[in-house]
């Protein structure tokens, strides 16, 4: 029989241990990873045996995660625990402190916070000593942090891609408390007015008619005040999974919230196709309406087709909810694989039938960003505007700008770069 190369583990040999530990580090970052888990993995990696990392990594993975939003974490969990020599160092060093100015800034990826916080669950970092900071030669450096960015002020700015576990936990329960409010607009009936500017000749006459022909008094009439609603198109591909998370969360928050001004808010996920949410969003507890969603969107985490997305509101739900000059957000990358001429037509359609089309695209917190991709530069010239949504700053920017007209954004500056 051919000879079986061993799979580099950590110090301790005990392979059901191992397990157990990695389970642990995979529950603290919010996988299901119960006890059972843990025996139908073991008994799964004893059946599979050790002839690849490949085949150790999917027989672990088909045990320990149940949701293609498990697997991000999942993968920087074991790439820390199993494949890495010097996994507790490169941990270590992710969860320090640094200065902006002093040392270089470098970003986490996708759910390596996560597993680095969730691997450190319950390591204590010492605190260095004064004897390992007096060094001869060296001058001492004296900052003063009373300055420094808070806790709040920090989570508020950061990328929701870029959070940990508690970090999400905290920035959901700020994202409750944000509001929307908008401003009516009037609308061609008229209310009664003493200091209106228009005539309300029926009830002027009617009042002459009850004293036999003579006008006494000419009654006057203002606009009714009209709420719009609120219509959401949320991008759930692949790309843009954990910003549709906490930006259905800030929704659920409108939704639920009374005297915001909306006369209704209806929500649409789409990925390959598109899925109506309304109701879902209305149930009290988020948790459940977010969980009712994701199980409704069979598509999630999956590719993007914005233009036969836009194409299906447009045809089966535009007359339907858009009837009471609309507000749209829509919520996407851009990045289409569909017809660039096709989405043309959809986004222009849309923007003809919204009172304002707002576009919201996570991309924009990169400086560097240019609408390079075709997708983009087919719908950018037909919103009203373009602005970033990737951090609880942004959504609040949001909340301040909404009712304002003239508002766009940063689509001039994108729209220079396009000419």
Known sequence: MPEIAPLDLPETPRLSHNITHFARALRKAGLPAGPGR???????????GFTSRDDFFYTLRACFTSRPEHRAVYAQIFRLYWRDPRYMEHMMAMMLPAIRGVQEEQLAEAAQKRAAEALLDGVEREAPTPEDDEQDGETEIEVDA???????????????????????????RMLSKLTLPVKPFASRRGMASHTGHRIDHRKTLRAAMRRGGEMRRI??????????????LCDISGSMSQYSRMVLHFLHAVANHKG???????AFTFGTQLTNITRHLATRDV????????KQAQDWEGGTRIGSSLHAFNRDWSRRVMGQGAVVLLI??????DDPEALTREIERLHLSARRLIWLNPL??????APKARGIAAMLPHVDSFRAGHSVATLEELAQVISRPDD???????????R
Not at 260 to 266: C, D, E, R, S
Request: aromatic residues 6%; glycine residues 4%.
């Open 38 to 48: 843990v025996i139908d993995a073991i008994r799964a990696v004893e059946a599979a």
């Open 408 to 418: 766009a954004g940063e689509k001039a500056r994108l729209m220079a770069e396009i």
């Open 287 to 294: 948790d459940a309406a977010l969980a009712a969603a994701g």
């Open 146 to 172: 009373s300055l420094t960015m808070s806790t709040e002020e920090r989570l508020r700015t950061l990328d929701f891609e870029q959070m940990s576990t508690e970090e999400i936990a905290q920035a959901k």
């Open 219 to 232: 009654h006057l009439k203002k606009p009714r005040p009209k709420w719009p609603n609120l219509v959401v």
């Open 332 to 337: 996407t990358d851009g990045l289409d694989r």
């Open 364 to 369: 924009l917190r990169w400086d560097e960003f």
């Open 260 to 266: 915001a001004g909306w006369a209704k808010v209806h």
